[in-house]
């Protein structure tokens, strides 16, 4: 049986008895022209995509700055916490109370 730990707090996640949360992330360079133009946003992102696929072969290191995929496990615990602020932003209290 795989084991899993939690990416955010390091703890063991019992699959038997709790649930395991995946978080996906893409951090991808906004292209300029992309702004306001949302009907052709599925063109830009096959665009990015052939792009990548080019780049792949000539620098990897390019290829990061421009698109990073992230994946963490998380615990219920942290789900919660990663939910409520998703960014880590720091004194965000002030305005959930305002809400
Ligand atoms: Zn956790």
Not at 66 to 91: I, K, Q, S, T, W
């Amino acid at each position: 049986m795989i084991h899993f730990t939690c990416d955010c707090c390091g703890r063991a996640i019992n699959q038997t008895s709790e649930t395991r949360y995946v978080v996906r992330m893409e951090v991808y360079a906004a292209l300029d022209d992309e702004a306001g133009n949302t009907a052709e946003e599925a063109d830009h992102l096959g665009e990015i995509e052939d792009l990548l696929e080019r780049m792949d072969d000539i620098d990897a290191d390019l290829d990061e700055a421009l698109y990073r995929h992230v994946r963490y496990d998380l615990c219920p615990d942290c789900r919660e916490r990663f939910l409520r602020n998703p960014l880590g932003r720091v004194a965000s209290r002030t305005s959930y109370s305002e809400n």
